[in-house]
């Protein structure tokens, strides 16, 4: 199982747990925090979809270092483009995610089982990293945030 403090990002405090000794481990070591859990999912690697006013503007494939299973950029994960139109289903999982949590500027993590091609949404990061999706994509984050939220302002006036 893979556990999670609650709150962490980066790849910091996330435990793939192989036996129940690592799981009581993992828990002794972090009383009183609050953490969270789920089934390991068979993959390789994850999916990161930048989403700006509910809209994806760019996405990139994370693949996890050899011998580890986190893909995070952040902890020497690799990326590459990937093309949003090629992946419609996933596109529309994570705009649809970033909008049923409010959340205008969201990076949302989704991930393919390897064995049965179901996807599922990891997590929704608030304050998404994108230095890495820029370098893997060319995609300029910080404009398009700049551009939304001035179409949004004029939007008001």
Same mark, same amino acid.
Do not use: W
């Given at each position: ?10 790849? $910091? ?7 129940? !000794? $690592? ?13 969270? !859990? ?32 986190? !893909?995070?950029? !952040? ?20 705009? $649809? ?61």
């Amino acid at each position: 199982m893979i556990l999670k403090i609650s709150g962490a990002h980066r790849g $910091e405090g996330i435990i793939l747990a192989k036996t129940r !000794s $690592e799981v009581f481990d993992f828990l002794k070591n972090n009383k009183g925090k609050v953490f969270l !859990s789920r089934q390991f999912i068979p993959n390789d690697g994850d999916i990161r979809v930048f989403c700006v006013g509910y809209k994806a503007i760019g996405a990139m494939k994370r693949i996890p270092p050899k011998g580890d299973f986190k !893909s995070n950029i !952040s902890v020497g994960g690799k990326g590459m483009a990937l093309k949003m139109e090629q992946h419609p289903e996933v596109i529309k999982i994570a705009e $649809e995610a970033s909008l049923l949590f409010k959340i205008e500027i969201a990076g949302v993590d989704i991930i393919i089982d390897k064995q049965t091609g179901k996807k599922y949404v990891l997590e929704i990061n608030v304050g998404p990293q994108f230095l890495g999706l820029e370098k893997y994509t060319g995609i300029n984050v910080v404009k398009a945030i700049i551009d939304y939220f001035e179409r949004k302002v004029g939007q008001v006036s």
